[in-house]
């Protein structure tokens, strides 16, 4: 068994309102940035995992976002995975 670190970004879709997203716009316009537009807010997870391989380790980390760490209906995910050393 090795150990791996995933590393997993969760966002809203971007078909979806994103009312956090949106406040913080229009707060970088009221700070005198208005070059910076359509800010999306979503959430980095990251976790340890045992695994015999880096694929089984994928598969278990893709099974952990669809049951428990991404809502499918409003987010999307993607990860990425490293042995650690």
Do not use: W
């Amino acid at each position: 068994m090795a150990k791996f670190v995933a590393n997993i970004d969760v966002m809203p879709l971007k078909a979806l309102l994103d009312p956090q997203g949106k406040a913080v716009t229009g707060s970088m316009k009221n700070l005198g940035l208005p070059e910076i537009e359509n800010v999306r807010i979503g959430k980095h997870i990251t976790l340890e995992i045992e695994a015999a391989s880096k694929d089984a380790a994928n598969i278990k980390v893709d099974e952990a976002c669809k049951k428990l760490l991404c809502n499918q209906i409003m987010e999307g995910y993607e990860f990425s995975i490293s042995e650690v050393k």
